[in-house]
């Protein structure tokens, strides 16, 4: 079958090949076949060294597609069902998802799926990005790490459920906790930031102030709901209109560098939040006054898969996309074919585009 490769840490393209075959499934797994897979950002920062992943591997970690085949011991979906990959799926029985409620920090599963082949092409065995690898037509999931979802709902925009939607979305109503008549400063118009901005218009925020370097983006952020989209050097501006100048009510930074990590936190008025939903490099760092936590009392607050629980809040932003209050199909800006996939990677580089679909 057909599946983008990625060789090495530091490539800048993906191998397109067309000679990689699924290892053999194992009782508690799924075989999906992936019938549409978003372009992240997160794809193109496990190929620059941001976020770690051992290769080679097939990348992808954003799809949706059909049940082809369960293992024995799998009792949730059967042959044939739509579902939606998960990157991080929940144990189901650990300290995170029981105890704590919080699913979505759960990493029993999510190493040794990370860690394992799940691919072979001649004598070599690949890897999948996250565990998943939708970047393929086929992949091989566990039981935890699909969603089934209903029939009628379109696959391409399922897709992005699966990780920019739930993402950014999540980070408004989980993390953040956006309330009613305040005002939010989103950073990125990237996938993850559009999510983040219906995030904060659902949640029913009075002042949605878009960021982006990029002009174009400024349009794109007010037609998915945003109040206001400002360059970055007029975001000093916007913010002064904001609680009598103090600053936004929460911010959310869906970028990922220090720097706008940095002027997220800025932007918000003392006692507001600032939720990181952005990947930065390991050995980036952010740097705080020791005195301004005591002194403004902010709320930093990092966004791990939107705070989700993937069973509930799937469901959630489909019943949001079906009843016409998150616009998910509008996200898709192009349909392209996997052979195309590094032209895709570039437009993302660019930060020209919302959303990329594969189409398998
Ligand atoms: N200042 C302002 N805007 C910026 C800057 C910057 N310094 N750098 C990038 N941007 C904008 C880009 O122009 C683009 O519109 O941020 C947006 C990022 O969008 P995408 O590249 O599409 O990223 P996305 O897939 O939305 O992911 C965003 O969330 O999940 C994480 O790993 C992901 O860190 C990434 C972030
Ligand atoms: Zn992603």
């Known amino acids: 079958m057909r599946a983008a490769v990625l060789r090495s840490v530091g490539d800048t393209t993906l191998e397109v090949c067309d000679d990689v075959d699924l290892i053999d499934p194992g009782p508690g797994d799924v075989v ?10 997160s794809d193109l920062s496990v190929m620059n060294g941001t976020i770690p992943q051992h290769v080679p591997a097939v990348l992808g970690h954003e799809g949706a597609g059909v049940v082809a085949e369960v293992g024995d011991a799998v009792t949730s979906v059967s042959v044939g069902d739509h579902v939606i990959a998960v990157w991080s799926p929940p144990c189901g029985g650990c300290v995170y998802c029981l105890v704590h409620k ?8 999510q190493f040794g799926i990370m860690l394992r082949s799940h691919f ?10 996250c565990g998943v690898g939708t970047f393929a037509e086929r992949t091989l999931l566990p039981e935890q790490a699909v969603v089934r979802i209903d029939p009628s709902v379109p696959l391409e925009t399922a897709a992005l459920v699966g990780c920019g939607v739930m993402t950014g979305v999540g980070a408004a109503l989980n993390t953040a ?6 005002s939010v ?13 219906q995030g ?4 029913g925020a009075a002042e949605i102030v878009a960021v982006d370097r990029n002009p174009a983006k400024l349009a794109v952020a007010r037609s998915f709901g945003a109040t206001e989209a400002v360059l970055p050097d007029d975001l000093d501006a916007a913010k002064a209109e904001m609680n009598g100048g103090q600053g ?7 970028i990922g560098r220090p720097a706008t990590m940095r002027a997220a936190y800025d932007a918000v008025r003392r006692g507001g939040t600032c939720c990181i939903v952005g990947v930065g490099r390991i050995e980036e760092q952010v740097s705080f006054s020791a005195f301004e936590f005591f002194f403004n009392e902010k709320n930093l607050v990092g966004s791990y898969y939107g705070g989700a629980d993937v069973r509930v809040d799937f469901g959630r932003m489909l019943r949001l996309a079906e009843a016409g209050r998150l616009d998910l199909a509008g996200m898709i ?7 195309d996939v590094n032209e895709a990677i570039e437009a993302v580089q660019a930060g020209d585009v919302v959303r990329q679909v594969i189409e398998l």
């Open 32 to 41: 999906v076949d992936i019938t549409h897979t978003g372009v992240c950002h």
């Open 102 to 109: 919080r699913p979505n920090l759960c990493a029993d599963l």
């Open 120 to 129: 072979r092409q001649g004598g070599a065995e690949l890897g999948a990005m």
């Open 177 to 182: 906790k956006v309330a009613p008549g305040s």
């Open 185 to 197: 400063a989103v950073f990125g118009v990237g996938g993850v930031g559009v999510a983040a901005i």
């Open 200 to 203: 904060a218009r659902i949640a």
């Open 248 to 254: 936004f009510d929460y911010a959310l930074e869906c």
């Open 333 to 339: 800006d192009r349909r392209i074919r996997l052979e």
